[in-house]
C-alpha cells in the first residue's frame, strides 16, 4: 500500500481509527489475534526429539556406548542393559539442563525486547513493540528504535536515520504532508518511518501500517543478519579445560587398562572398566551445568530490576574496579521540585514536594507572596510550561510525571503560580529545536492567540546568559549589564551550593510572518530568570556505593550539572574523600589523554560534562587497568557504554539505542541495582568454581581409587556401572544444587577478581587435587580393609568402597560451599543442596538394599554396623582440611 499517498482522513478511515483516542484494548487483542506478533519470523528452533539425541554426541559416550555393544556381544547382558540405563539417564539430565537454559535465555531476550509509547482508548501507555499492531496510534522521539511502519501524523523537529533500509546514513527531516506521486523509493517517503530506523532528533507521531514481516524491514529481511549466542569467555575456558581432561583423562586411562592387563586382569573388563573410568574423569555435564547457573543466576538479577542483555556480562560484573553512573535519577530519586525561582531582583522559596501541584511562594522574610504583583516570576513559569512535553497527572491518588522529570517540575510550578490548562492553551507551540545533550537547551516558537510571536529558550543558565543581550526586571525589559550577569552567576552558585540544579528560562519576541534558521532564533535572548530545583538522592544509594568501597570498587558521578551542585551531592552521599576532585567539561576538553589518565584515579565527580566527555573517561580508567562499568541513557551515551567494559543503560529513561549497546539494562534507573548485580555476579562466577571443584575432586578420586588398585595388584574396587552410577547420581544432583547456593556474607568485602584470574586462581587447583587424592585414599583403605585378601569377600569389598566413595563426596560437596572451611557457613542456608545430597543417599541405599539391583550394580546388603565406619572414613577428606583451616 502506497500509505504515503493518503491525506490523514482517508488514512483513518482505511484502517479504522479514531486518530485522537487510538485503538481500544480489545481492537488492539482482535488485530493481534488476526495479523500475529510484530516480529521478523526467525529460523525454526531445534526440537526437543533433536535437542535429547545431541547429548550422544560426546567422544566419551560413543566409547562408552561402543564398550556397552562389546559387552553385550560377549554375553554381559546385565552390564550392557545397566550402562546403557545409565547413559539414558544422563542423557535425560543433561537434555533437562539444556531445555532449561534454553527457556532462560528465551525469557532474557523476551524481557530486553524494545517497548513502544502507543495511545490505547485516549491514554498513553507503554508496551513490548511486538504487541502492535496495525491502527495503533505509536510516539516517537530522540534516541527511539522505530518498531513498525509508521505514516506520520505530527512531527516536531523529527529527523531519521534510514541506512538500515536505504544505506543513506545521513538523517532524513520528515513531514506529515501526504505525497502526491506514486512508485516513491523509501528514502523518498519523507512523511513516513521505517521499523528498525533509529529516531536521532525530535519527536513525531505516527499510525502503523505494517507490522512484522509486512513492514519493509520484513519484506527485506534476508538482508537481516541472525545473530546466535555466542559462548561467553567462562565457557569458552571450560571448553578447553574439557579437552585438556579428554587428554588427561585417556591417557590415565590407557595405563590404568595397561597395569590391569599386566597384573592379570582380563582385558574386556579392564577396557570397559578404562572406558568407565575416562567418563568419570570428564564432567561432560559441566557446560550444561554452567549455563543452567548462568542463567538462574540472571533470573535473581531480574528480580532485582537489572536484566543482563549478554551473559558475558555476569562473569565481568565480579571484575568491576570503576562505576562511572549519572547522577539524575540513578543516584537520586528523579523526583524535581523546583524550590526556589530567582530574577535579576528578586528571590522566593517554593514549598511542596515532589509533583504535588500544593504549594505557596514565600520571601526571604517567610512572608508569603502574591505572583500577580511579580510579572517577572509570573512570565518565566508561565514560559516553563509551555517549553515543556511533560504531562502531570493523577494516578491512583498519586501525581506523577508523563515526560522529563524537570520539565514535569517546572509545570508543577507554573500550577503552584496559577498558570492553568486553559492559560497554556491560548498559546500554540508552531516549531520547536529539541533538547538535545550537546546544547543542553530547548527551545520552542510559540503565537498567543492575539498574534504575539516569540521563541522561548530553557536549558542550562551558563548556555544561555552568554546569549542574552537584555534581562527581563521588576521594571521592564532593559539591556543586560557586566553586573547582571555577576549576579545571576552569584545566584547560580548560591543555589549549586544547595545542591540545586538550575534551569534558565529565557524568551525573544518575532515578527509574524518572518522565518529564522535555528541559529538566529537563539541568539540577542531577554534573560527572565532562573529555577533551583532539587533531586534528593536516594536513600538507598549511598549505603550501596559505601559496600561498593568494601569491595574494592570505585563509584565515579558524571552529570550534566553545575559543578557545586555534583559536589553538593556527591558530599551527601559520601562518594567522595577530602581530598577528592571534582573536573568541569570545559577543563576535561582542554586536557590531552596523558593529562586526564594522570588524575583520572583521584577524580570522583565529573560535571557539566557531555556524552563525548563519557568515551574519554572510560578509556582513561581502563588504560589505568580499570574494568569499567558505564551507565547511559541517550543515544550520544550509546560508544562509552559500548566502549566499557560493562555497559550499563536505563530501563526507564534510557532510549532503545542506549539499552542495544549495553550489557545490562537496570528496570529502575537505580545506582544500588548496579550494586546488587555485582554481588549477584561474583556470586555466580564463585558458585561456577564450587560445582567445578566438587565434580573434578570426585572424579580425582574416582581415578586414583582405581589406579592406586591396580599398583597394589588388588581387585577393582569399583565396577564399572558403579562408576557410571557415581557420575550421575553423586556427582549431577548436588553439583547444580552449589549453583543455587546464596552469596557469602563477605563476597562484597573482598576485591574485585582480575579478568586474567584462571580458573584454578586462588588455590583451588591445590584443593581439587588435594581433596579428590584424600577420598580416592580412604575408599582404597576402605576397599581393603574389606577385603583382607579374601576374593569371597570382593562383592562386599566393593560395595564397601562403592558406599564410602558416595558418603566422602556427598561430605565434601560442604566444604566446596566455601573457600575457607567446611565450618564458614551455616550446612543448612542451602536447602536445594541438603535435598540434593539426601535424594543421593537415599539411591544410594536403593541400589545397595533392594535385591532386584545387586546383580545390576554389583552390591550386596551391608550391616547397620558398617556404616560407622563407612561415614567416619567418608568425613575424613573433608573434616581432616577443615580443621587444619579452622
Same mark, same amino acid.
Given at each position: 500500500?502506497?500509505?504515503?499517498?493518503?491525506?490523514?482522513?482517508?488514512?483513518?478511515?482505511?484502517?479504522?481509527?479514531?486518530?485522537?483516542?487510538?485503538?481500544?484494548?480489545?481492537?488492539? /487483542?482482535?488485530?493481534?489475534?488476526?495479523?500475529?506478533?510484530? @516480529?521478523? @519470523?526467525?529460523?525454526?528452533?531445534?526440537?526437543?526429539?533433536?535437542?535429547?539425541?545431541?547429548?550422544?554426541?560426546?567422544?566419551?559416550?560413543?566409547?562408552?556406548?561402543?564398550?556397552?555393544?562389546?559387552?553385550?556381544?560377549?554375553?554381559?547382558?546385565?552390564?550392557?542393559?545397566?550402562?546403557?540405563?545409565?547413559?539414558?539417564?544422563?542423557?535425560?539430565?543433561?537434555?533437562?539442563?539444556?531445555?532449561?537454559? @534454553?527457556?532462560?535465555?528465551?525469557?532474557?531476550?523476551?524481557?530486553?525486547?524494545?517497548?513502544?509509547?502507543?495511545?490505547?482508548?485516549?491514554?498513553?501507555?507503554?508496551?513490548?513493540?511486538?504487541?502492535?499492531?496495525?491502527?495503533?496510534?505509536?510516539?516517537?522521539?530522540?534516541?527511539?528504535?522505530?518498531?513498525?511502519?509508521?505514516?506520520?501524523?505530527?512531527?516536531?523537529?523529527?529527523?531519521?536515520? /534510514?541506512?538500515?533500509?536505504?544505506?543513506?546514513?545521513?538523517?532524513?527531516?520528515?513531514?506529515?504532508?501526504?505525497?502526491?506521486?506514486?512508485?516513491?523509493?523509501?528514502?523518498?517517503? $519523507?512523511?513516513?518511518?521505517?521499523?528498525?530506523?533509529?529516531? !536521532?532528533?525530535?519527536?513525531?507521531?505516527?499510525?502503523?501500517?505494517?507490522?512484522?514481516?509486512?513492514?519493509?524491514?520484513?519484506?527485506?529481511?534476508?538482508?537481516?543478519?541472525?545473530?546466535?549466542?555466542?559462548?561467553?569467555?567462562?565457557?569458552?575456558?571450560?571448553? /578447553?579445560?574439557?579437552?585438556?581432561?579428554?587428554?588427561?583423562?585417556?591417557?590415565?586411562?590407557?595405563?590404568?587398562?595397561?597395569?590391569?592387563?599386566?597384573?592379570?586382569?582380563?582385558?574386556?573388563?579392564?577396557?570397559?572398566?578404562?572406558?568407565?573410568?575416562?567418563?568419570?574423569?570428564?564432567?561432560?555435564?559441566?557446560?550444561?551445568?554452567?549455563?543452567?547457573?548462568?542463567?538462574?543466576?540472571?533470573?535473581?538479577?531480574?528480580?532485582?530490576?537489572?536484566?543482563?542483555?549478554?551473559?558475558?556480562?555476569?562473569?565481568?560484573?565480579?571484575?568491576?574496579?570503576?562505576?562511572?553512573?549519572?547522577?539524575?535519577?540513578?543516584?537520586?530519586?528523579?523526583?524535581?521540585?523546583?524550590?526556589?525561582?530567582?530574577?535579576?531582583?528578586?528571590?522566593?522559596?517554593?514549598?511542596?514536594?515532589?509533583?504535588?501541584?500544593?504549594?505557596?511562594?514565600?520571601?526571604?522574610?517567610?512572608?508569603?507572596?502574591?505572583?500577580?504583583?511579580?510579572?517577572?516570576?509570573?512570565?518565566?513559569?508561565?514560559?516553563?510550561?509551555?517549553?515543556?512535553?511533560?504531562?502531570?497527572?493523577?494516578?491512583?491518588?498519586?501525581?506523577?510525571?508523563?515526560?522529563?522529570?524537570?520539565?514535569?517540575?517546572?509545570?508543577?510550578?507554573?500550577?503552584?503560580?496559577? $498558570?492553568?490548562? /486553559?492559560?497554556?492553551?491560548?498559546?500554540?507551540?508552531?516549531?520547536?529545536?529539541?533538547?538535545?545533550?550537546?546544547?543542553?537547551?530547548?527551545?520552542?516558537?510559540?503565537?498567543?492567540?492575539?498574534?504575539?510571536?516569540?521563541?522561548?529558550?530553557?536549558?542550562?543558565?551558563?548556555?544561555?546568559?552568554?546569549?542574552?543581550?537584555?534581562?527581563?526586571?521588576?521594571?521592564?525589559?532593559?539591556?543586560?549589564?557586566?553586573?547582571?550577569?555577576? $549576579?545571576?552567576?552569584?545566584?547560580?552558585?548560591?543555589?549549586?551550593?544547595?545542591?540545586?540544579?538550575?534551569?534558565?528560562?529565557?524568551?525573544?519576541?518575532?515578527?509574524?510572518?518572518?522565518?529564522?534558521?535555528?541559529?538566529?532564533?537563539?541568539?540577542?535572548?531577554?534573560?527572565?530568570?532562573?529555577?533551583?530545583?532539587?533531586?534528593?538522592?536516594?536513600?538507598?544509594?549511598?549505603?550501596?556505593?559505601?559496600?561498593?568501597?568494601?569491595?574494592?570498587?570505585?563509584?565515579?558521578?558524571?552529570?550534566?550539572?553545575?559543578?557545586?551542585?555534583?559536589?553538593?551531592?556527591?558530599?551527601?552521599?559520601?562518594?567522595?574523600?577530602?581530598?577528592?576532585?571534582?573536573? @568541569?567539561?570545559?577543563?576535561?576538553?582542554?586536557?590531552?589523554?596523558?593529562?586526564?589518565?594522570?588524575?583520572?584515579?583521584?577524580?570522583?565527580?565529573?560535571?557539566?560534562?557531555?556524552?563525548?566527555?563519557?568515551?574519554?573517561?572510560?578509556?582513561?580508567?581502563?588504560?589505568?587497568? #580499570?574494568?569499567?562499568?558505564?551507565?547511559?541513557?541517550?543515544?550520544?551515551?550509546?560508544?562509552?557504554?559500548?566502549?566499557?567494559?560493562?555497559?550499563?543503560?536505563?530501563?526507564?529513561?534510557?532510549?532503545? $539505542?542506549?539499552?542495544?549497546?549495553?550489557?545490562?539494562?537496570?528496570?529502575?534507573?537505580?545506582?544500588?541495582?548496579?550494586?546488587?548485580?555485582?554481588?549477584?555476579?561474583?556470586?555466580?562466577?564463585?558458585?561456577?568454581?564450587?560445582?567445578?571443584?566438587?565434580?573434578?575432586?570426585?572424579?580425582?578420586?574416582?581415578?586414583?581409587?582405581?589406579?592406586?588398585?591396580?599398583?597394589?595388584?588388588?581387585?577393582?574396587?569399583?565396577?564399572?556401572?558403579?562408576?557410571?552410577?557415581?557420575?550421575?547420581?553423586?556427582?549431577?544432583?548436588?553439583?547444580?544444587?552449589?549453583?543455587?547456593?546464596?552469596?557469602?556474607?563477605?563476597?562484597?568485602?573482598?576485591?574485585?577478581?582480575?579478568?586474567?584470574?584462571?580458573?584454578?586462581?586462588?588455590?583451588?587447583?591445590?584443593?581439587?587435587?588435594?581433596?579428590?587424592?584424600?577420598?580416592?585414599?580412604?575408599?582404597?583403605?576402605?576397599?581393603?580393609?574389606?577385603?583382607?585378601?579374601?576374593?569371597?569377600?570382593?562383592?562386599?569389598?566393593?560395595?564397601?568402597?562403592?558406599? !564410602?566413595?558416595?558418603?566422602?563426596?556427598?561430605?565434601?560437596?560442604?566444604?566446596?560451599?566455601?573457600?575457607?572451611?567446611?565450618?564458614?557457613?551455616?550446612?543448612?542456608?542451602?536447602?536445594?543442596?541438603?535435598?540434593?545430597?539426601?535424594?543421593?543417599?537415599?539411591?544410594?541405599?536403593?541400589?545397595?538394599?533392594?535385591?532386584?539391583?545387586?546383580?545390576?550394580? #554389583?552390591?550386596?546388603?551391608?550391616?547397620?554396623?558398617?556404616?560407622?565406619?563407612?561415614?567416619?572414613?567418608?568425613?575424613?577428606?573433608?573434616?581432616?582440611?577443615?580443621?587444619?583451616?579452622?
Amino acid at each position: 500500500m502506497n500509505w504515503y499517498q493518503y491525506n490523514l482522513e482517508n488514512l483513518a478511515r482505511k484502517l479504522d481509527v479514531n486518530m485522537d483516542l487510538g485503538l481500544s484494548s480489545k481492537q488492539a /487483542e482482535e488485530r493481534l489475534k488476526k495479523l500475529g506478533y510484530n @516480529e521478523l @519470523e526467525e529460523g525454526k528452533s531445534v526440537s526437543l526429539l533433536l535437542l535429547f539425541f545431541r547429548q550422544f554426541q560426546d567422544f566419551m559416550v560413543i566409547v562408552l556406548l561402543a564398550a556397552t555393544l562389546i559387552s553385550g556381544l560377549l554375553g554381559e547382558y546385565v552390564d550392557a542393559i545397566a550402562i546403557m540405563a545409565i547413559v539414558f539417564l544422563n542423557a535425560v539430565l543433561g537434555f533437562f539442563q539444556e531445555q532449561k537454559a @534454553e527457556k532462560s535465555l528465551a525469557k532474557l531476550k523476551e524481557l530486553s525486547a524494545p517497548q513502544a509509547e502507543v495511545l490505547r482508548s485516549g491514554i498513553w501507555e507503554k508496551v513490548h513493540s511486538r504487541e502492535l499492531v496495525v491502527g495503533d496510534i505509536v510516539k516517537v522521539t530522540s534516541g527511539d528504535r522505530v518498531s513498525a511502519d509508521l505514516r506520520l501524523l505530527t512531527v516536531s523537529g523529527l529527523e531519521v536515520e /534510514e541506512s538500515s533500509l536505504t544505506g543513506e546514513s545521513l538523517p532524513v527531516l520528515k513531514q506529515t504532508k501526504e505525497l502526491k506521486e506514486g512508485n516513491v523509493e523509501l528514502g523518498d517517503q $519523507v512523511n513516513m518511518v521505517f521499523s528498525g530506523t533509529l529516531v !536521532t532528533r525530535g519527536s513525531g507521531v505516527g499510525v502503523v501500517v505494517g507490522t512484522g514481516m509486512k513492514t519493509a524491514m520484513g519484506q527485506i529481511a534476508s538482508l537481516l543478519v541472525q545473530t546466535s549466542r555466542m559462548p561467553t569467555p567462562l565457557e569458552r575456558k571450560l571448553a /578447553e579445560l574439557g579437552k585438556i581432561l579428554i587428554v588427561t583423562a585417556l591417557l590415565l586411562t590407557a595405563f590404568v587398562v595397561i597395569a590391569g592387563v599386566y597384573r592379570g586382569h582380563p582385558l574386556y573388563e579392564m577396557f570397559l572398566a578404562g572406558v568407565s573410568l575416562a567418563v568419570a574423569a570428564i564432567p561432560e555435564g559441566l557446560p550444561a551445568i554452567v549455563t543452567v547457573a548462568l542463567s538462574l543466576g540472571v533470573q535473581r538479577m531480574i528480580k532485582k530490576k537489572a536484566i543482563v542483555r549478554k551473559l558475558s556480562a555476569v562473569e565481568t560484573l565480579g571484575c568491576a574496579s570503576v562505576i562511572c553512573s549519572d547522577k539524575t535519577g540513578t543516584m537520586t530519586e528523579n523526583q524535581m521540585t523546583v524550590k526556589q525561582v530567582s530574577t535579576i531582583d528578586e528571590h522566593f522559596y517554593v514549598t511542596g514536594e515532589g509533583y504535588d501541584p500544593y504549594g505557596a511562594f514565600f520571601d526571604g522574610r517567610n512572608q508569603e507572596v502574591k505572583l500577580g504583583d511579580i510579572p517577572a516570576i509570573s512570565r518565566m513559569l508561565l514560559y516553563g510550561s509551555l517549553c515543556n512535553h511533560a504531562r502531570v497527572v493523577n494516578k491512583e491518588d498519586r501525581y506523577v510525571v508523563d515526560g522529563d522529570p524537570t520539565e514535569g517540575a517546572l509545570r508543577v510550578a507554573g500550577w503552584k503560580a496559577g $498558570v492553568t490548562e /486553559e492559560s497554556l492553551a491560548e498559546w500554540e507551540i508552531t516549531y520547536e529545536i529539541p533538547f538535545d545533550s550537546d546544547r543542553k537547551r530547548m527551545s520552542v516558537v510559540v503565537e498567543h492567540r492575539s498574534g504575539e510571536r516569540l521563541i522561548i529558550v530553557k536549558g542550562a543558565p551558563d548556555v544561555l546568559l552568554p546569549r542574552s543581550t537584555s534581562v527581563y526586571s521588576s521594571e521592564g525589559q532593559r539591556p543586560l549589564m557586566q553586573k547582571d550577569a555577576q $549576579v545571576v552567576e552569584s545566584k547560580i552558585g548560591n543555589m549549586a551550593d544547595q545542591a540545586l540544579r538550575t534551569i534558565a528560562i529565557c524568551y525573544k519576541p518575532l515578527k509574524k510572518g518572518q522565518s529564522y534558521n535555528d541559529f538566529e532564533l537563539e541568539k540577542d535572548l531577554t534573560f527572565i530568570g532562573v529555577t533551583g530545583i532539587i533531586d534528593p538522592p536516594r536513600k538507598e544509594v549511598k549505603r550501596a556505593i559505601e559496600e561498593c568501597h568494601q569491595a574494592g570498587i570505585k563509584t565515579v558521578m558524571i552529570t550534566g550539572d553545575h559543578a557545586k551542585t555534583a559536589r553538593a551531592i556527591a558530599r551527601d552521599l559520601e562518594l567522595m574523600p577530602e581530598n577528592g576532585q571534582v573536573v @568541569e567539561g570545559s577543563k576535561l576538553s582542554a586536557m590531552n589523554d596523558d593529562q586526564l589518565e594522570a588524575i583520572i584515579d583521584e577524580t570522583y565527580v565529573f560535571a557539566r560534562v557531555t556524552p563525548q566527555h563519557k568515551l574519554r573517561i572510560v578509556q582513561a580508567f581502563q588504560k589505568q587497568g #580499570h574494568v569499567v562499568a558505564m551507565t547511559g541513557d541517550g543515544v550520544n551515551d550509546a560508544p562509552a557504554i559500548k566502549a566499557s567494559d560493562i555497559g550499563i543503560s536505563m530501563g526507564q529513561s534510557g532510549t532503545d $539505542v542506549a539499552k542495544e549497546a549495553s550489557s545490562l539494562v537496570l528496570l529502575d534507573d537505580n545506582f544500588a541495582t548496579i550494586r546488587s548485580a555485582i554481588q549477584e555476579g561474583r556470586n555466580i562466577y564463585e558458585n561456577i568454581r564450587k560445582f567445578i571443584r566438587y565434580l573434578l575432586a570426585s572424579n580425582v578420586g574416582e581415578i586414583l581409587v582405581m589406579l592406586f588398585a591396580m599398583l597394589l595388584a588388588l581387585p577393582l574396587p569399583l565396577v564399572p556401572v558403579q562408576i557410571l552410577w557415581v557420575n550421575l547420581v553423586t556427582d549431577g544432583l548436588p553439583a547444580m544444587a552449589l549453583g543455587l547456593d546464596r552469596s557469602e556474607g563477605d563476597v562484597m568485602k573482598r576485591s574485585p577478581r582480575s579478568p586474567k584470574e584462571g580458573i584454578f586462581a586462588r588455590g583451588l587447583g591445590f584443593k581439587i587435587i588435594s581433596r579428590g587424592f584424600m577420598i580416592g585414599i580412604v575408599t582404597l583403605i576402605a576397599f581393603i580393609m574389606a577385603y583382607q585378601g579374601d576374593p569371597e569377600r570382593l562383592l562386599y569389598a566393593q560395595t564397601i568402597a562403592f558406599s !564410602t566413595l558416595v558418603v566422602a563426596q556427598l561430605i565434601h560437596v560442604f566444604d566446596c560451599r566455601s573457600e575457607r572451611s567446611v565450618f564458614a557457613r551455616n550446612p543448612f542456608s542451602n536447602l536445594y543442596l541438603i535435598g540434593a545430597v539426601l535424594s543421593s543417599l537415599l539411591l544410594m541405599l536403593v541400589v545397595i538394599y533392594y535385591d532386584p539391583l545387586h546383580p545390576i550394580f #554389583h552390591t550386596m546388603d551391608v550391616p547397620l554396623r558398617d556404616w560407622i565406619f563407612i561415614t567416619g572414613l567418608g568425613a575424613v577428606p573433608t573434616f581432616l582440611w577443615g580443621f587444619s583451616k579452622k
